[in-house]
């Protein structure tokens, strides 16, 4: 910033130093666009300088507030402090009190625990020394045994009874199990099994003969339910394949109906093609006829005959309109074309814009 005010103040000195420059009459556009360039540049330096004013004035406030904050917040601190100290001073001394309190409550706790364990120890003894004095246990313990001991007597006698019971239930189902032991054995006495194995084996000998029998019968049976069932699928596979032979033929006529339907169709729409094409063609040339027509009548028609000559007539004033003749006199009348300088459109042209307009 100051380099750049250093340069301003250089350029000024020059420009006192100098001599004036002649005055122009005008201004170009590049001096004007310098000129507000410089003016602008002017500004944003000033706004610059301001802008760093205003903020080192605002870090020099800020500064002074923190300082001036930190000061009372120092003094706060240590006004705090001293209250502090001065309570927690307080404190202990409250504490002290109220624990000198408590010691000597607790001391006069102490000393009345201690006189009520010795009455109730003084108690505790008188109330064992009456217990000792009214004390029945020992005869009723004697009471108690005598009865237990006639108790046990009924019992001892009450189990004699059963165990005798016990060895007559025993020998009377031992009596009954030898008894069910030999009538066992007579039912299967070798004579009687060989009676029973001989009619059981008879027994299987028929069972297995109609089991034969039934299995020979089921076997012819299952042969001629099955070339039966043979001949049934023979059948309905033949029916098959002439279902299928009749729909394989149905099929081929019908894709032969359908191509030569599709041929026939093909041709038709050709047929219309062409004709629609021909028909267009035919359009074509009728519209280019109609314009050749149209063009014809209204450019290739010559202009019809001019009056007779008259004192008023164009030739007589030499208009443009007629002219002499280079043989014989004559002369020629120009036609559209002449006076419009349009060249007469040439039959391939002619046909190129008859097709275009249709």
Known sequence: MRQQESGQEVVAKEDQGSPAPLQKEFTTK????????????????????????????????????????????????????????????????????LGKAVYEEVAGCRKGASETKEMWASLGKSIREAQKEANAVPAAMEALS??????????RDDDLKVEQTRKE?????????????????????????????????EQRLKSAAATKTDAARWEKERKEEES????????????????????????????TARAEDASAMRAEKKRLIEQNRERQDDDRRERTAQVK????????????????????????????????GKEGGTKEELTLYSLTNIRPVSPVRGEEGAAAVS
């Not at 001096?31 to 903020?55: F, I, M, Y």
């Not at 009865?147 to 046990?152: I, L, P, R, T, V």
């Not at 039966?228 to 033929?249: C, M, N, P």
């Open 30 to 97: 590049a001096e004007h666009n310098r000129w507000l360039l410089t003016q602008e540049k002017h500004a944003v330096a000033e706004q610059t300088r301001q802008d760093a004013k205003s903020g080192s004035e605002l870090v020099k406030e800020r500064q002074r507030q923190h300082a001036t904050q930190g000061l009372s917040r120092q003094q706060a601190a240590a006004v705090q402090m001293k209250k502090a100290s001065e309570s927690v001073e307080a404190h202990r001394e409250s504490n002290l009190s």
């Open 146 to 155: 005598v009865s237990k001991k006639a108790q046990a007597k009924t019992t």
């Open 169 to 201: 239930e025993a020998e009377a189902h031992l009596e009954r199990q030898r008894k069910q032991a030999e009538m066992v054995r007579k039912a299967t006495a070798d004579a009687v099994t060989d009676d029973a194995k001989r009619l059981f084996y």
């Open 228 to 255: 039966a069932f043979r001949e049934v699928q023979k059948r309905r596979r033949q029916k098959s394949k002439l279902v299928r032979a009749a729909a394989t033929k149905s099929r081929q006529a019908l894709l």
């Open 293 to 324: 027509g149209v063009q014809a009548n209204a450019f290739l028609q010559p202009m019809p005959e001019p009056p007779p000559p008259s004192s008023a007539s164009p030739r007589a004033t030499g208009s443009p309109l007629s002219s002499p």
